[in-house]
């Protein structure tokens, strides 16, 4: 498939036929993840479970020295049971 690039106000972008996205399993609103590589620019799909991080990217991001420790709630509202 042949595109052109094209400005859109401060941006610039590429229309996409229906076809390649639904060859691609997309839809309007999917992230896409761009890479360029040795001049080549790659768009893939962002496959992620249950919205928007990877479970591998929230734990790097705590830090080495984090420590766990209890958390006093207060006493129970309703019916919950502690």
Do not use: C, F
């Not at 060859?23 to 992230?31: F, N, R, Y």
Request: negative net charge; hydrophobic residues 35%; aromatic residues 6%.
């Amino acid at each position: 498939m042949y595109t052109k690039i094209q400005k859109w106000g401060n941006s610039q972008g590429l229309r996409l036929a229906r076809n390649v996205l639904k060859d691609a399993d997309l839809d309007v609103g999917d992230e896409v993840d761009i890479k360029v590589q040795d001049g080549i620019i790659i768009i893939t799909p962002s496959r992620r479970i249950r919205g928007k991080h990877h479970i591998q990217d929230l734990i790097a991001e705590i830090p080495a020295d984090y420590r766990t420790e209890e958390v006093n709630w207060g006493k129970p509202e309703g019916r919950e049971e502690w």
